[in-house]
């Protein structure tokens, strides 16, 4: 079975730490250190990740192994 490729958003680390959003999102960490999904995070994340609270820039470095980092297009942006 081939894994689901998936884009993570800055707001998917931090909601680890969010009590509406916890539940779910470790739930989906999890599933990403079991290799269910494959992870891409773009520039854009990494540089909001280097701005946001220290717990979640901690957590993102403990998966940032586990993703690739894909190039953003102009047409994109």
Same mark, same amino acid.
Do not use: C, H, W
């Given at each position: 079975?081939?894994?689901?490729? $998936? =884009? $993570?958003?800055?707001?998917? *680390?931090?909601? /680890? %730490?969010?009590?509406? %959003?916890?539940? @779910?999102?470790?739930? %989906? %960490? &999890?599933?990403?250190?079991? +290799?269910? *999904?494959? /992870?891409?995070? !773009? #520039?854009?994340?990494? +540089?909001?990740? !280097?701005? @946001? #609270?220290?717990? /979640?820039?901690?957590? =993102?470095? &403990?998966?940032? #192994?586990?993703?690739?980092?894909?190039? /953003? !297009?102009?047409? @994109?942006?």
């Amino acid at each position: 079975m081939k894994n689901i490729r $998936v =884009y $993570v958003d800055t707001s998917v *680390f931090g909601g /680890v %730490f969010d009590d509406e %959003f916890k539940k @779910a999102s470790l739930l %989906f %960490f &999890e599933q990403v250190k079991l +290799n269910f *999904f494959e /992870v891409f995070i !773009s #520039p854009i994340v990494q +540089n909001e990740i !280097s701005l @946001a #609270p220290k717990q /979640v820039q901690d957590f =993102y470095a &403990e998966i940032l #192994p586990l993703t690739k980092i894909m190039d /953003v !297009s102009d047409e @994109a942006l």
